[in-house]
Each structure stands twice: as structure tokens, then as C-alpha cells.
């Protein structure tokens, strides 16, 4: 059953200008107007009950009885997003003071200096949404670390035509949920064997892992639940984002350091 802001789209022909405020008043004050009888909303809209009446008709529904539902219904959907935000927002917060927590645990130094000496820089995913963040990873790479890179296209075959190229100190970013993909991690051994001066550095939602196992270093970050239902979960992935940057401003600050 479509809610009440797509029934109002939907005959959005229909409605005149006194119409539209009418609706726009109602939606913004969906509970309020929803517990009123029609006598007492026609009073606080100065309108005439059979003005509601007929503007019931104009977008699709039967009645005022109908109209009252429908605003006790998008009342609730605006308070259950409401609550949902805030508490993504918690956990979104949550999650990136964890994050900066976590990276000051550790020491980049031997990483900075093989991102720095390395010439040759690739990345693979294993998804759509690891694509994406493969792709601020180059970005931010090229532009505040000075270092291209190559995203490589996420099949597995692409990395069995990498054992063919790959150089020594190349490097290798892997950015996998799980890092328990047997074929990739397959592959990774198989690229160790070939190529032993290949660092491969990892990004994670879980710490310990195969991929991670394989992997000179590995990063780690949580993503954040947006929200959840019976058949599936909708993540944010701020965290991710938030870990690039610490990365690339701390190569920054070593090659000053290095500078010096």
C-alpha cells in the first residue's frame, strides 16, 4: 500500500494551490492532525469540512477516517527514522572514536617507507562498496600523497594475470569484508610464492583473518549499522573513510619528518 506523501504525488495534478498547503500543513504536523476530529481540523486549517473532504477524494482516499490513518501512519515512520538516525549517529560516533583509538595503536613507520620507495601501486576489491572506497583510496593516494595507483578490476582473474607483471617492492592494497574469501586468499598465496617482495597490505571489517594473515599489514575498521530488518542490514561505512585519511595525513607528516 503506498504511503501518503506517494498518493499525494501521485495525483499531484489534481491539486491546487490552497490543496498543497493544506497537505504540507498535515505532513508537518502529521501526529497533531491525525488525533483531530474533522470539525476541529477544519477549524485550525480555516477551511471547510467538506474542503477536506474533497481533497480526501482528490488523492486517492475515501474519507477523513482513511486521511486520519494515513497520518498516524507517516507519523511513525517519521518517528521510528528519527530514532534511527540518532542512533546510527551514536554508533556511527562510536565507531570513529573507536577507529582513531585503534590507529594510534599502531606504528606506520615501516609502512611509510615502503609506500614511499614503492613505484608500482594496485588495489583490488571483492565488491561494489569496496570498489567505492578503493576508489577515494586512489584518490586521496594521487592527490595528498603524490603516489598513482591502479584499480584493478574485481575478478580473480585479474589477479592470476597479476602474478605475470608484478615487480619487487610493488604494492598491493586487498580490500575485503571478511578476508575469508578462499579464491583470494588462494591467489595471495600463490602471489607470495611468485613474487616474495610484494607488500600487501590489507583492509578489513574483522581483524583476525586469512587475508590478514597473508598480508604484510593489515588495517581494520567497523562499519556502522544504518538499520536492520529481517532479510537484510544496511551498513555505513564512514569508519573506512575516516581510516584513509589517518593513513595518508600520517605518510604526510613522515615524509615532512624524513624531510628534515
Not at 502529521?30 to 477544519?42: F, G, P, R, V
Not at 482528490?58 to 515512520?77: C, N, R, T, V, W
Not at 527514522?81 to 565507531?95: C, P, S
Not at 593489515?218 to 549499522?225: A, G, K, R, T
Request: with cysteine; aromatic share 12%; net charge negative.
Amino acid at each position: 500500500m503506498a504511503g501518503l506523501k506517494a498518493k499525494i504525488v501521485d495525483h499531484a495534478s489534481n491539486l491546487n494551490g490552497s490543496d498543497k498547503k493544506i497537505l504540507n500543513y498535515l505532513l508537518n504536523h502529521a501526529k497533531e492532525c491525525s488525533e483531530l476530529s474533522l470539525t476541529k481540523l477544519a477549524s485550525k486549517l480555516y477551511a471547510s469540512e467538506s474542503a477536506i473532504f474533497r481533497l480526501c477524494k482528490k488523492i486517492g482516499l475515501s474519507g477523513y477516517s482513511e486521511l486520519k490513518f494515513e497520518l498516524a501512519d507517516y507519523a511513525k515512520g517519521e518517528q521510528h527514522m528519527v530514532k534511527q538516525q540518532e542512533t546510527f549517529a551514536e554508533r556511527l560516533i562510536k565507531n570513529l572514536r573507536a577507529e582513531l583509538s585503534y590507529f594510534r595503536t599502531l606504528d606506520f613507520d615501516r609502512f611509510y617507507q615502503k609506500l614511499h620507495e614503492t613505484d608500482n601501486i594496485y588495489i583490488y576489491t571483492t565488491g561494489w562498496q569496496q570498489a567505492s572506497i578503493a576508489n577515494y583510496l586512489s584518490s586521496q593516494l594521487l592527490v595528498d600523497a603524490g603516489k598513482p595507483s591502479t584499480i584493478m578490476p574485481s575478478a580473480i582473474s585479474e589477479l592470476q594475470v597479476f602474478h605475470n607483471w608484478v615487480k619487487d617492492h610493488d604494492q598491493l592494497f586487498v580490500i575485503s569484508y571478511s578476508g575469508e574469501d578462499d579464491d583470494l586468499c588462494n591467489q595471495l598465496e600463490q602471489l607470495r610464492l611468485v613474487n616474495d617482495k610484494l607488500t600487501i597490505t590489507s583492509l578489513t571489517t574483522i581483524k583476525e583473518s586469512r587475508l590478514s594473515s597473508l598480508s604484510d599489514f593489515s588495517l581494520y575498521f567497523q562499519p556502522s549499522l544504518y538499520s536492520e530488518k529481517a532479510d537484510y542490514k544496511k551498513w555505513g561505512f564512514s569508519p573506512a573513510y575516516v581510516l584513509i585519511d589517518l593513513l595518508i595525513d600520517g605518510y604526510c607528516e613522515w615524509l615532512e619528518r624524513e624531510a628534515l
